[in-house]
C-alpha cells in the first residue's frame, strides 16, 4: 500500500531498548517528511522523547509522527482508527486502516504530557500515566508477551483474582470551566445540568457522580459475594482515615521506598530519560507545596489513570470524548470499595466506552491541564506509556500541540471511510 502510494522511505529495524531514541537524536530531519514505528506504542515513546532531547528539540518535535500498530496493546493506533471514522478494529484490520490512513495523508497537533519522576528526570508521555490495577496488569502480563493482546485478558483475570487497593494522594489544577473541572472532582455532588461537552465532542459528556456522589457501596457495586478488598496491607489505614478527604496541599511529598515488588527500571529505561523540552509554568518542584487553586483526594485506590488520548488500547477506549489536542490530561480513578465483578464490567463496557453510564459509585473522573500523584503505599507499579518507571511520586503538565501526528483525514464517527 506504501509502495502504490508514492511514498519513498527508509526502514530502519530496532536492535535494543532506547535503540530508536537514539537514531532519532542523530538523524538528519530536513531530509524526510515524518517518523513511523511499525510497534507498538512503546516504540513512539522512544521516538518522541528522542526527539526532545535534541539540541534543536523545538523544531525537531514538529517533525510528525505516526504508527502502524505491531503490537499488544496498541492504544494510539486505536486512537487514529477512531479518528479516520472506521470501525473498533484489532490486529490485522487495524494495521490495514491505519496504513491506508497514512497514505491519504493528513495530520493533526498532538498534546503531550512531561512527566517529573521522583528522581527529578523528566519523560514525555503521548498516552498515559497508570498505578494501581491498569499498571499491575501491564508489567505482570510482559511474561505473557508471546500471546500477543490476549496478554492483557490473561493479565486481567489474574489481576482480578490478586486485586489490590493502594492508598495515596491525587492533586489537580484548576482549567476553564467549559470542562468537568476539579472543583467538580472530589465534591460528594452530582455534576451541574445541563451536561458539560470537551470542545467539539459529537455527544454531551456523561453525568457522573464524581468521587461517589452516594453510598460508598451502592447495589451490586460494592462487594456483595466476594472477598472483601482492604488497603494494601504493607500500609494499613489508620482507623480514623475518612475514605476520600478534600483538602489542598500543603504538605511536601513523604519520602518514598522504591522498591516495587518487581525488578526496577534498568538504566536505560524510561525512568532515566532526563530531556530538554518546555518549562511547565504550572508545576512547582516535586516535593514543594502546591500553590493555591490546587485540590487534593485522598484514599484508598483500585487504580489510577491519566489519559491523554481517547484510547487505553486498541479495543479500550478509556476517555470518549478525549481529542488528539484537547489540551487535557484525562483523570480516571477507581476507589476502593468496588467488587471484582464490578470492576470486570467497567472493563467490558469500555470496549465501547461505556464505563460511565454504568453510574459505579467509585468510579471517578475530571479533566486537567496538570496533576501530581503522591502514593502513600511503600510498594507498588508505575507506568508512563505502558513503560515501567520509578516508583514515589510524580508530576506532570500538559503541554498543548507540542508534537504532531500523523492520522490521515477524519472520518465521520461510525462510518467507514
Same mark, same amino acid.
Given at each position: 500500500?506504501?509502495?502504490?502510494?508514492?511514498?519513498?522511505?527508509?526502514?530502519?529495524?530496532?536492535?535494543?531498548?532506547?535503540?530508536?531514541?537514539?537514531?532519532?537524536?542523530?538523524?538528519?530531519?530536513?531530509?524526510?517528511?515524518?517518523? @513511523?514505528?511499525?510497534?507498538?506504542?512503546?516504540?513512539?515513546?522512544?521516538?518522541?522523547?528522542?526527539?526532545?532531547?535534541?539540541?534543536?528539540?523545538?523544531?525537531?518535535?514538529?517533525?510528525?509522527?505516526?504508527?502502524?500498530?505491531?503490537?499488544?496493546?496498541?492504544?494510539?493506533?486505536?486512537?487514529?482508527?477512531?479518528?479516520?471514522?472506521?470501525?473498533?478494529?484489532?490486529?490485522?484490520?487495524?494495521?490495514?486502516?491505519?496504513?491506508?490512513?497514512?497514505?491519504?495523508?493528513?495530520?493533526?497537533?498532538?498534546?503531550?504530557?512531561?512527566?517529573?519522576?521522583?528522581?527529578?528526570?523528566?519523560?514525555?508521555?503521548?498516552?498515559?500515566?497508570?498505578?494501581?490495577?491498569?499498571?499491575?496488569?501491564?508489567?505482570?502480563?510482559?511474561?505473557?508477551?508471546?500471546?500477543?493482546?490476549?496478554?492483557?485478558?490473561?493479565?486481567?483475570?489474574?489481576?482480578?483474582?490478586?486485586?489490590?487497593?493502594?492508598?495515596?494522594?491525587?492533586?489537580?489544577?484548576?482549567?476553564?470551566?467549559?470542562?468537568?473541572?476539579?472543583?467538580?472532582?472530589?465534591?460528594?455532588?452530582?455534576?451541574?445540568?445541563?451536561?458539560?461537552?470537551?470542545?467539539?465532542?459529537?455527544?454531551?459528556?456523561? @453525568?457522573?457522580?464524581?468521587?461517589?456522589?452516594?453510598?460508598?457501596?451502592?447495589g451490586d457495586w460494592g462487594?456483595?459475594?466476594?472477598?472483601?478488598?482492604?488497603?494494601?496491607?504493607?500500609?494499613?489505614?489508620?482507623?480514623?482515615?475518612?475514605?476520600?478527604?478534600?483538602?489542598?496541599?500543603?504538605?511536601?511529598?513523604?519520602?518514598?521506598?522504591?522498591?516495587?515488588?518487581?525488578?526496577?527500571?534498568?538504566?536505560?529505561?524510561?525512568?532515566? @530519560?532526563?530531556?530538554?523540552?518546555?518549562p511547565d509554568h504550572l508545576?512547582?518542584?516535586?516535593?514543594?507545596?502546591?500553590?493555591?487553586?490546587?485540590?487534593?483526594?485522598?484514599?484508598?485506590?483500585?487504580?489510577?489513570?491519566?489519559?491523554?488520548?481517547?484510547?487505553?488500547?486498541?479495543?479500550?477506549?478509556?476517555?470518549?470524548?478525549?481529542?488528539?489536542?484537547?489540551?487535557?490530561?484525562?483523570?480516571?480513578?477507581?476507589?476502593?470499595?468496588?467488587?471484582?465483578?464490578?470492576?470486570?464490567?467497567?472493563?467490558?463496557?469500555?470496549?465501547?466506552?461505556?464505563?460511565?453510564?454504568?453510574?459505579?459509585?467509585?468510579?471517578?473522573?475530571?479533566?486537567?491541564?496538570?496533576?501530581?500523584?503522591?502514593?502513600?503505599?511503600?510498594?507498588?507499579?508505575?507506568?508512563?506509556?505502558?513503560?515501567?518507571?520509578?516508583?514515589?511520586?510524580?508530576?506532570?503538565?500538559?503541554?498543548?500541540?507540542?508534537?504532531?501526528?500523523?492520522?490521515?483525514?477524519?472520518?465521520?464517527?461510525?462510518?467507514?471511510?
Open positions: 500500500m506504501i509502495s502504490e502510494a508514492g511514498l519513498s522511505f527508509n526502514l530502519i529495524q530496532t536492535e535494543r531498548q532506547n535503540h530508536a531514541r537514539e537514531l532519532v537524536q542523530g538523524l538528519s530531519l530536513s531530509e524526510w517528511d515524518g517518523i @513511523i514505528t511499525v510497534s507498538g506504542d512503546g516504540l513512539l515513546f522512544e521516538v518522541l522523547n528522542g526527539l526532545l532531547d535534541r539540541p534543536d528539540w523545538e523544531e525537531a518535535v514538529k517533525t510528525p509522527v505516526g504508527i502502524l500498530p505491531c503490537g499488544s496493546g496498541n492504544a494510539l493506533a486505536g486512537a487514529v482508527n477512531q479518528h479516520g471514522g472506521f470501525e473498533p478494529a484489532l490486529g490485522v484490520d487495524l494495521l490495514l486502516n491505519c496504513s491506508l490512513l497514512l497514505c491519504r495523508g493528513g495530520s493533526r497537533p498532538l498534546d503531550l504530557l512531561s512527566v517529573t519522576l521522583a528522581s527529578g528526570s523528566r519523560c514525555f508521555s503521548f498516552l498515559s500515566v497508570a498505578w494501581g490495577f491498569v499498571s499491575d496488569v501491564d508489567i505482570q502480563s510482559e511474561r505473557f508477551r508471546a500471546l500477543g493482546s490476549a496478554r492483557f485478558t490473561l493479565g486481567t483475570v489474574l489481576g482480578l483474582a490478586n486485586l489490590h487497593t493502594y492508598r495515596g494522594r491525587l492533586s489537580t489544577v484548576a482549567h476553564s470551566p467549559l470542562h468537568r473541572s476539579v472543583s467538580d472532582l472530589p465534591l460528594p455532588l452530582p455534576l451541574p445540568k445541563p451536561a458539560l461537552t470537551s470542545p467539539g465532542s459529537p455527544e454531551p459528556l456523561p @453525568i457522573l457522580s464524581l468521587n461517589g456522589g452516594g453510598p460508598e457501596l451502592a462487594g456483595a459475594g466476594d472477598a472483601p478488598l482492604s488497603p494494601d496491607p504493607l500500609l494499613p489505614s489508620p482507623p480514623s482515615s475518612p475514605k476520600a478527604l478534600l483538602s489542598p496541599i500543603t504538605e511536601g511529598v513523604p519520602e518514598m521506598p522504591t522498591t516495587s515488588g518487581l525488578p526496577p527500571p534498568t538504566p536505560d529505561a524510561p525512568g532515566a @530519560i532526563s530531556t530538554r523540552g518546555p508545576l512547582p518542584a516535586l516535593g514543594t507545596p502546591l500553590p493555591p487553586g490546587w485540590v487534593t483526594l485522598e484514599g484508598d485506590f483500585v487504580l489510577m489513570l491519566a489519559i491523554s488520548p481517547s484510547h487505553l488500547g486498541a479495543d479500550l477506549v478509556a476517555a470518549p470524548h478525549a481529542r488528539f489536542d484537547d489540551g487535557l490530561v484525562h483523570l480516571c480513578w477507581v476507589r476502593g470499595g468496588i467488587s471484582r465483578a464490578a470492576l470486570l464490567r467497567l472493563f467490558l463496557a469500555m470496549e465501547r466506552g461505556g464505563h460511565f453510564s454504568l453510574g459505579c459509585p467509585q468510579l471517578g473522573y475530571a479533566a486537567a491541564r496538570a496533576f501530581r500523584l503522591e502514593p502513600l503505599t511503600p510498594r507498588g507499579v508505575l507506568t508512563v506509556d505502558g513503560e515501567q518507571v520509578e516508583y514515589g511520586p510524580l508530576q506532570a503538565q500538559v503541554h498543548p500541540g507540542l508534537g504532531t501526528l500523523l492520522t490521515g483525514p477524519p472520518g465521520r464517527p461510525g462510518r467507514e471511510p
